[in-house]
């Protein structure tokens, strides 16, 4: 097993921007799992994954465009097209020639479209709380987070407020969520949204949702095109997946498997990052063809 080692973090500039990545375990490898987080999310939501992960195998963890401490869009592109785009340059610039993805929910679209796009080159993939159909209440509840406010007093008060919207989590994940994406101010003492302020507008990021639910009908055909072994993660009590929405999407994956994570809803890096880093290890280690 190989020694963990600290975190290393740089910004490498792709598309007129610099991107935040960090990385774990043996950077010397030309093989790493890529981490990409959610909507309103940053990179230091898989942290005590990545940190897991890293014993075994080299980790690279990105702040997507607009988010954590990479650099916002003065244009406000934060398009699906955009963020791959810059994951393929990263990708080129660190010279890797295989990869494994571990995406959540917006990460995890991003993951699905790249890997379409280069089969070759994709070891495995891990899908965490994300589909082409997602229910209109996961969405909601989204936009309700990211409404709760504009800066906080302290971290005991946002975790007050993000209560409502981390059922699952014990106190100590809840404030690591917190400081995963909150920030200090550079003018005062109070805590700030770790993301392009223009991500609480809707209309930069539709979600285009109709009465029931969002649809990216793209996403199912991207879908069709997955040829690597692939792990499809839910929360037992996900608000914005169906059961039904996991079985069709494993249907269209072939050789796909399910994984249910107990006790955890939507944000499952927060409500149980160590089964979560469990079950992504238990998969990569079965898999017939080891490259790692």
């Not at 785009?85 to 479209?113: C, P, Q, W, Y």
């Not at 709380?129 to 996961?138: I, N, Y």
């Not at 392009?196 to 930069?204: I, L, R, S, Y």
Request: aromatic share 8%; glycine share 6%; with cysteine.
């Amino acid at each position: 097993m190989a020694v963990i080692e600290k975190v290393k973090e740089e910004l490498i500039e792709v598309n007129g921007l610099n991107i935040n990545c960090k990385s774990w375990g043996n950077r010397k490898s030309k093989h790493a799992i890529i981490m990409l987080h959610g909507y309103a999310e940053t990179s230091r939501i898989w942290d005590d994954t990545a940190q897991d992960l890293s014993r075994d195998y080299h980790v690279i963890a990105i702040d997507q465009r607009g988010y954590g401490n990479s650099e916002y869009s003065k244009e406000l592109d934060y398009s699906r097209q955009a963020q791959v785009e810059d994951l393929r340059k990263i990708i080129e610039i660190k010279k890797l020639t295989s990869l494994s993805f571990v995406g959540h929910d917006m990460g995890a679209a991003n993951a699905i479209t790249f890997a379409a796009d280069n089969p070759e080159m994709i070891i495995a993939m891990v899908m965490v709380e994300a589909s082409p159909d997602v229910l209109k209440k996961g969405i909601e509840n989204i936009r309700g987070l990211v409404s709760v406010g504009n800066k906080f007093a302290s971290i005991e008060s946002a975790m007050a407020l993000f209560k409502e919207y981390f059922p699952y989590a014990s106190d100590d994940q809840l404030r690591r969520r917190v400081k995963s994406v909150l920030k200090v101010g550079k003018k005062d003492q109070f805590f700030y949204w770790d993301f392009d302020p223009a991500f609480k507008d809707p209309t930069v990021r539709p979600m285009n949702a109709n009465h029931t639910q969002k649809r990216a009908p793209d996403l199912w055909e991207l879908l069709d095109r997955i040829q690597c072994p692939t792990m499809i993660i839910r929360g037992t009590y996900s608000d914005l997946i169906t059961a039904n929405t996991l079985q069709r999407m494993h249907r269209r994956i072939p050789g796909s498997r399910i994984s249910l994570i107990e006790e955890a809803g939507h944000a499952v890096p927060t409500d149980q990052p160590g089964q979560l880093a469990l079950n992504i290890r238990e998969f990569l280690q079965n898999l017939s063809n080891n490259v790692f």
